[in-house]
């Protein structure tokens, strides 16, 4: 059962931009050493997607828009100007949306001239003709456009029942990987160094820790697997931003190709 009771953060998926032929006929190798589930196409009918789904309920989702969008209709899409085969963004949930409205005040009270939106109706259609329904909340500058996706998690809250959505227990099939992982251990976020004190008082916000970090705790949807149930965040300083690492809850310790140059780590730690 996903988790209902913790008020903190829950690390719900990240987000994995390919082209659309390459979500079309995936890697063999990829299939070799990771589940695929299917997914379906999204309610603006922009994109559609795969899940790789996990014991503990998080997922990476890859995400490709259709052939023959608009170029100028991809360019408005909230990730039209990533790059593919690369982590673009990730998302957190609550036990409740109605939880969200006091992270949003903590974080406009935070000082870093950020806000986050109000939830945003979304959804999808399964393969199966099942509809999905949600909303997303993102992170924006209070003197307006979108802090970069990845940046700061953006916020998924389903309004249809999650385990339509994420059927990692309903299929527990799906979430058995050849590679061995078992979950999510940790994302580390590279953020151009001027940024970093502004992004982390908003993390702060959301995290609300006991004493000044660049490390904040995040869950996961399920206690009940045999995943430690539990992950961090890492920001950190560079040149330029990236999501730099995504770390999977496993063993063996080893590096493997998600797609051609997208390494991810698994980690029994």
């Not at 690390?11 to 190798?29: E, F, G, I, M, N």
């Not at 940790?186 to 970090?213: F, N, S, W």
Request: charged share 25%; glycine share 10%; proline share 7%.
């Amino acid at each position: 059962m996903d988790n209902e009771t913790v008020s903190g953060p829950l690390l719900d998926h990240v987000v994995v931009l390919v082209s659309h032929a390459t979500l079309v006929q995936l890697p063999s190798r990829l299939q070799h050493v990771l589940a695929i589930s299917p997914g379906g196409t999204h309610a603006d009918g922009a994109t559609t997607n795969k899940l790789i789904l996990f014991e503990d309920g998080f997922y990476i989702e890859l995400i490709a828009f259709v052939d023959g969008l608009d170029p100028e209709l991809r360019k408005k899409h909230r990730w039209g100007r990533e790059k593919e085969n690369t982590v673009i963004d990730w998302a957190y949930t609550l036990g409740h949306e109605e939880q969200f409205e006091a992270v949003r005040e903590r974080v406009r009270r935070a000082g870093a001239s950020i806000h986050y939106t109000a939830p945003e109706p979304g959804g999808r259609t399964r393969d199966d003709g099942t509809v999905l329904e949600w909303a997303v909340a993102t992170a924006q500058h209070d003197g307006g456009g979108a802090v970069q996706p990845g940046k700061l998690p953006f916020w998924c809250f389903d309004r249809t029942p999650r385990h339509l959505r994420v059927p990692y227990e309903q299929d527990p099939l799906r979430t058995r990987h050849p590679c061995g992982a078992r979950g999510i251990s940790a994302i580390r976020v590279v953020v151009p160094a001027g940024e970093q004190k502004v992004l982390g008082q908003v993390y702060h916000a959301i995290h609300e820790p006991k004493v000044p970090t660049n490390l904040w705790r995040f869950g996961v949807p399920s206690k009940t697997s045999t995943s430690r149930g539990s992950g961090s965040v890492v920001l950190l300083g560079g040149n330029e931003f990236a999501i730099h690492e995504v770390i999977l809850l496993g063993s063996p310790d080893r590096r493997i190709e998600l797609l051609p140059g997208l390494y991810i780590r698994i980690s029994p730690h």
